[in-house]
């Protein structure tokens, strides 16, 4: 079984940064693509970002490029998501996931939520105006 745990969210202004980590138990981090959901109050789960599993390649969804960016550091187990010029509209609680299946190639985008099989249990990340 595998344990996700975020922390690092909070109270930050409009034009502010915060950057939450993602730490998972386990010995096979390494071998899986990551990734960073979000969920506004009354909307859907939506797809941030993703990292494959070796770091190489990344995935943002429009509303965050240019202002997100993740990472990882496999040695320690953890994905990072940093995240500058924060807008309200990113207040959510922010979920990391596991991506199914190791050494995941990326034919395909890796955004869908039902390609990931672990996860978070979230933080909360509110943006004041």
């Known amino acids: 079984q595998v344990q996700l745990v975020e922390s690092g969210g909070g109270l930050v202004q409009a034009g502010g940064s915060l950057r939450l980590s993602c730490t998972a138990s386990?010995?096979?981090?390494?071998?899986?693509?990551m990734g960073w959901f979000r969920r506004a109050p009354g909307k859907e789960r939506e797809f941030v970002t993703a990292?494959?599993?070796?770091?190489?390649?990344?995935y943002y969804v429009d509303s965050v490029k240019g202002r997100f960016t993740i990472s990882r550091d496999n040695a320690k187990n953890t994905v990072y998501l940093q995240m500058d010029s924060l807008k309200p509209e990113d207040t959510a609680v922010y979920y990391c996931?596991?991506?199914?299946?190791?050494?995941?190639?990326?034919?395909?985008?890796?955004?869908?939520?039902?390609?990931?099989?672990?996860w978070g249990q979230g933080t909360q990340v509110t943006v004041s105006s």
């Open positions: 996931a596991r991506r199914r299946g190791s050494f995941r190639s990326w034919s395909m985008a890796p955004n869908p939520s039902h390609e990931y099989d672990y």
């Open positions: 386990g010995r096979t981090f390494s071998n899986y693509d």
């Open positions: 990292i494959s599993w070796r770091g190489g390649r990344t």
